[in-house]
């Protein structure tokens, strides 16, 4: 008579509720309960055992239906025969039946969608996540990135945990926290790159480099240039690009430096003002350059004035250019570090006055 309900697990099978009709007046007061009857009260047992996690208020509905259908059925059985009224037994089964179809039908339809939208949320927030993995690495990270990260891994981990489990609904619920906490680290990665495609930093980077190429082509002498944003130094010989080494920076060296402790690598143009070998370094050799420069010293006057600094805070110096790099990370406290071999040719090159120009980044 009726269809099988579909619901996750498996079809319910249809209700024989034709031959509990047939049966409702045959079977006297003491005969024992029918199959049929039987058969429908252990369909909807399965039925409310599985809308009631989603929709705990529709399984209370069916509970009170099946009570309803179970007293009707007494009471037919009870009367005599000639006290009977057939078919009310049965028209209460039918309603929970009914109703039944209709909430798992309902569920079935509410779990496709969840499920869909899981399939379709779950690359794009992997791929989120995959990137913050990447971009936690980068220098001026900090604590607050590293946290978001490790959420982000874990409400991703059960949202697939999840989904494994067909709870779409909840799965769907941890993608959103996911993507969330990666949106923490690459807002803060964002911020932390955004400075390097200001047009007029880079347009006033671009102009320091281009005068200290110009200086070492006009005395043809060395020159020294460092891209923060592409961790390179490259040294130029009479205005030529003559060698390119990996260089390594503070720890936080993409930031610009505005006070001392900050671990920033500065910018601007600098000289070397002392070349240090053996005992007067601790980095096998080194390149000591004129941090701060006239121009440090403004901008950290203003920023005090500002109070965007902390207001004991000093302005910093001991810059240098130094070895026992090639860690490939960003670690000093400011200073620029390089390979001891990627060393020996710089410290070789170099003289007290050679410039040092420092960028953000650069484009010839």
């Not at 078919?87 to 209460?92: E, I, L, P, S, V």
Request: charged share 25%; aromatic share 6%; proline share 5%.
């Amino acid at each position: 008579m009726f269809e099988a309900l579909n619901i996750p697990g498996g079809p319910i099978p249809p209700f024989p509720l034709l031959a509990i009709v047939l049966a409702a007046g045959l079977v006297g007061c003491a005969s024992p309960p029918s199959p049929d009857v039987e058969g429908a009260r252990s369909t909807l047992a399965r039925a409310i055992r599985r809308v009631r996690p989603a929709h705990p208020e529709q399984a209370s509905y069916l509970e009170r239906l099946v009570t309803a259908a179970e007293v009707a059925t007494a009471g037919e059985k009870a009367a005599p025969f000639w006290a009977r009224t057939p078919g009310r037994g049965t028209a209460a089964w039918l309603r929970a039946a009914v109703a039944a179809r209709g909430i798992t039908h309902t569920l079935a339809t509410e779990l496709r969608a969840a499920e869909a939208s899981y399939r379709s949320t779950f690359p794009t927030v992997a791929a989120n996540v995959a990137r913050s993995r990447s971009e936690i690495r980068e220098t001026g990270m900090g604590r607050r990135e590293s946290a978001a990260l490790e959420r982000a891994l874990v409400e991703l981990a059960t949202a697939q945990r999840l989904a494994a489990a067909g709870e779409w609904a909840r799965a769907t619920e941890k993608l959103t926290k996911a993507q969330q906490f990666a949106a923490v680290v690459h807002g803060s990665w964002a911020a932390l790159h955004s400075r390097f495609s200001d047009p007029t930093l880079r347009a006033q980077w671009r102009r320091w480099v281009e005068l200290t190429i110009e200086e070492s082509r006009v005395g043809e002498s060395t020159a020294i240039v460092i891209d923060k944003l592409r961790r390179r130094l490259t040294l130029y010989y009479r205005g030529l690009k003559m060698a390119e080494f990996p260089a390594e920076l503070g720890a936080n060296g993409l930031r610009r430096k505005e006070h001392a402790g900050d671990r920033a690598t500065p910018e601007g143009m600098y000289r070397v003002v002392q070349l240090k070998r053996g005992s007067q370094t601790r980095y096998y050799k080194a390149l000591l350059i004129n941090y701060p420069n006239e121009e440090d010293r403004a901008r950290f006057a203003r920023s005090k004035a500002r109070g965007t600094i902390p207001r004991r805070a000093g302005i910093g110096g001991l810059i240098e250019i130094h070895g026992d790099g090639g860690e490939g990370k960003d670690w000093t406290d400011g200073c620029v570090a390089l390979a001891n071999e990627d060393m020996d040719v710089v410290f070789a090159r170099s003289r007290i006055g050679t410039p040092v120009t420092i960028v953000g980044t650069y484009e010839r």
